[in-house]
């Protein structure tokens, strides 16, 4: 068989499904005027690397979304060294947004009261290692467009994050973790 | 935006932190130093 072209009633045999590259481990909804939500048991020595994707939810005000590393419900907050580096369309200049270090990987994601989304790779937040991120910084109401990039510097192995909205709250849509085949 | 004002918006008997599918209120101590953060990034955003 060709895959990942499958017909109906085909037999799925394990070097189909081993050669799938990105599963789904967790889907967690969001709930309604919500300031911060952790998802617990998102990493494990099962993937080295993720992707969560955050959309379908609303912001009650413009903000950015920040994204923290942690054990459980219980999140580092020291250590986080990065930046997002976009283009500032109304100044026509490229800027960078950095920590040095921060309490949190700030402006991960964005938000307003039509939608909120984030979206980032996550490269080995459960070894032995320092965790890295990076992906789009999309916040158009202020008139953003780049990229973002963090590291955490300890070698915590990470089991859960936390996405907190820079001001207001958010509400509703799904956050969604998914694993990289190692 | 002063803290009052944030207060107004969003009063503490509104607000959640949520922990997979469990939502709670925030604690005193909590819900100030959510507000006091909110305030200022609310006064104090990038370019």
């Known amino acids: 068989m060709t895959y990942p072209s499958f017909t109906s009633?085909?037999?799925?045999?394990?070097?189909?499904?081993?050669?799938?590259g990105l599963w789904l481990v967790k889907t967690q909804t969001v709930g309604t005027a919500v300031?911060?939500?952790?998802?617990?048991?998102?990493?494990?020595?099962?993937?080295d690397n993720y992707r969560i994707?955050?959309?379908?939810?609303?912001?009650?005000t413009s903000c950015t979304l920040s994204l923290q590393f942690g054990i459980g419900g219980t999140m580092t907050t020291t250590?986080?060294?990065g930046t997002a580096a976009y283009a500032n369309l109304g100044a026509a200049a490229w800027q960078l947004a950095i920590n040095n270090p921060?309490?949190?990987?700030?402006?991960v994601g964005g938000g307003n009261t039509t939608s909120a989304y984030l979206m980032t790779d996550v490269?080995?937040?459960?070894?032995?290692?320092?965790?890295?991120?990076s992906g789009p910084y999309v916040l158009s109401d202020f008139g953003r467009f780049g990229l973002h990039s963090f590291a955490q510097l300890s070698t915590t192995q990470f089991t859960s994050f936390k996405i907190t909205p820079s001001s207001g709250t958010i509400t509703g849509g799904t956050i969604r973790v998914y694993g990289y085949r190692n | 935006m002063t803290p009052e004002e944030y207060k107004t918006l969003y009063p503490?008997?509104?607000?959640?932190?949520?922990?997979?599918?469990?939502?709670?209120?925030?604690?005193?101590?909590?819900?100030?130093?959510?507000?006091?953060e909110g305030v200022y990034n609310s006064n104090h955003p990038l370019p």
């Open chain 1, 9 to 20: 009633g085909e037999v799925l045999t394990a070097t189909d499904m081993n050669a799938v």
């Open chain 1, 35 to 47: 300031a911060s939500v952790a998802v617990t048991d998102a990493f494990s020595s099962t993937y």
């Open chain 1, 53 to 60: 994707i955050y959309t379908g939810g609303a912001a009650s």
């Open chain 1, 79 to 81: 250590n986080y060294y």
């Open chain 1, 102 to 107: 921060g309490s949190q990987c700030d402006n």
């Open chain 1, 123 to 133: 490269l080995m937040p459960n070894l032995a290692e320092q965790t890295s991120i």
């Open chain 2, 12 to 36: 503490q008997d509104s607000v959640h932190i949520q922990v997979d599918d469990t939502e709670r209120l925030m604690t005193d101590e909590e819900y100030e130093a959510w507000v006091a």
